[in-house]
């Protein structure tokens, strides 16, 4: 079974960071490009990064650049999301999720919950 399981939320201040993790399971995660995706309180999907199969292609919204960075140790079946300089507007669920083909998503996380207040 596909198992996509995020952890490393919680409550930050502004300007502080989080690194949040996505362990994978049930498929030969070396093989798939991954990517987070969003959703603040209210809002819609919101897609924020993506790293191919080798982690050397790396794709980021414009929300973040400069901000968070993505990685993966194929060897540990683990997806990453460095967090720094985070603002309130981060404050989200964050999912990990498998990408089929480009930005087609066919497995999800259950969500980590961000919160970035004062």
């Known amino acids: 079974e596909v198992q996509l399981a995020e952890s490393g939320g919680g409550l930050v201040q502004p300007g502080g960071s989080l690194r949040l993790s996505c362990a994978a399971s049930?498929?030969?995660?070396?093989?798939?490009?991954m990517s987070w995706v969003r959703q603040a309180p209210g809002k819609g999907l919101e897609w924020v990064s993506a790293i191919n199969d080798g982690g050397d292609n790396i794709r980021y919204g414009d929300s973040v650049k400069g901000r968070f960075t993505i990685s993966r140790d194929n060897a540990k079946n683990t997806l990453y999301l460095q967090m720094n300089s985070l603002k309130p507007e981060d404050t989200a669920v964050y999912y990990c999720?498998?990408?089929?083909?480009?930005?087609?998503?066919?497995?999800w996380g259950q969500g980590t919950q961000v919160t970035v207040s004062s």
């Open positions: 049930g498929f030969s995660f070396s093989m798939y490009a």
């Open positions: 999720a498998r990408e089929l083909t480009l930005f087609d998503f066919d497995s």
